[in-house]
């Protein structure tokens, strides 16, 4: 079964024993200024590769908005597209982008109908038999929000005996049973009716989906109600072990060249710029 790892550092650190991931500057908060992770490490050294691709077709969905999607005027725009057009610019390689249905990307990719996908694949251990992944360029952390008049009560790390809306049976209960057993958990059937208990005041946080709580918490449905509060917080377990692209297993030129290119990008302050263009109210 193909599943999209969706719920799936300044450097990131993630303590092992309690799952926080921390961030060299402020947290993202409503309104704030983005922080733009960093999944690189600043003291290494990455060469330009010898040998690059002369073309690079990448493989889609034209249905994973934020990440690639139709516009009103029915173009493919996204994320993922304008990532993948940056690091063809960067390897200096001619540059398509082919769109398929999620589940039929595994197949094309191993019929040769593209070169990579950008789309979100996880890498689970099948699909990591038979392919090739990229370096991490995006994690998707869960976050606690609170209500903003009660921000300064929340350190983002002391949550027990806090009374917290989560979505029931979501891998975000799962993590705060399994690594905060003091907080006080009230389960919801959906994610919209853990969050609307947050914004009438009925629990003190809700625990959920980094990414979408930055675009809920920007919308209309938050009625401008609530904050994050300090510390994305990052677990492979629960939350999966980041967004990768995927290439053939015999194609290690094009993965030593995406690698590199993802790292330029980074440093030349190309990704900065696409997370904020399509992540505006920052998730970490």
């Known amino acids: 079964m193909v599943t999209y790892l969706v719920l799936a550092l300044s450097a990131l650190i993630v303590n092992s024993d309690e799952g926080r991931a921390q961030t060299a500057d402020a947290p993202a908060t409503a309104g704030a200024t983005s922080v733009v992770p960093n999944f690189w490490d600043p003291r290494s050294l990455m060469e330009r590769p010898a040998q690059t691709p002369d073309r690079i077709q990448f493989l889609a969905t034209d249905d994973f908005p934020p990440f690639?999607?139709?516009?009103?005027?029915?173009?493919?725009?996204?994320?993922?597209?304008?990532?993948?057009?940056?690091?063809?610019?960067?390897?200096?390689?001619?540059?398509?982008?082919?769109?398929?249905?999620?589940?039929?990307?595994?197949?094309?990719?191993?019929?040769?109908?593209?070169?990579?996908?950008?789309?979100?694949?996880?890498?689970?251990?099948?699909?990591?038999?038979?392919?090739?992944?990229?370096?991490?360029?995006?994690?998707?952390?869960?976050?606690?929000?609170?209500?903003?008049?009660?921000?300064?009560?929340?350190?983002?790390?002391?949550?027990?005996?806090?009374?917290?809306?989560?979505?029931?049976?979501?891998?975000?209960?799962?993590?705060?049973?399994?690594?905060?057993?003091?907080?006080?958990?009230?389960?919801?059937?959906?994610?919209?009716?853990?969050?609307?208990?947050?914004?009438?005041?009925?629990?003190?946080?809700h625990f959920g989906d980094g990414l979408t709580l930055s675009f809920w918490l920007g919308g209309a449905l938050s009625e401008e109600c609530c904050a994050f509060v300090p510390g994305p917080w990052l677990d492979d377990r629960f939350f999966g072990d980041g967004l990768r692209i995927a290439v053939r297993t015999d194609d290690a030129v094009l993965l030593e060249a995406l690698n590199y290119g993802l790292r330029r990008l980074q440093e030349k302050g190309i990704y900065a710029e696409l997370y904020r263009r399509y992540f505006p109210t920052g998730f970490f």
């Open 68 to 205: 690639s999607f139709r516009d009103r005027s029915e173009r493919l725009t996204g994320f993922h597209v304008d990532l993948a057009r940056a690091l063809c610019e960067e390897l200096q390689s001619s540059c398509s982008l082919r769109v398929k249905a999620f589940e039929a990307l595994p197949e094309a990719l191993e019929a040769d109908e593209g070169d990579a996908v950008i789309a979100g694949l996880a890498k689970t251990e099948e699909l990591a038999r038979r392919f090739r992944f990229t370096d991490v360029y995006l994690r998707l952390p869960g976050r606690f929000v609170v209500r903003s008049e009660d921000r300064g009560r929340f350190d983002g790390v002391q949550f027990a005996g806090t009374e917290v809306s989560v979505e029931r049976g979501s891998r975000h209960a799962a993590f705060l049973k399994a690594r905060m057993p003091d907080v006080r958990l009230k389960e919801y059937d959906s994610v919209s009716a853990a969050r609307d208990a947050l914004r009438r005041g009925e629990v003190a946080a």
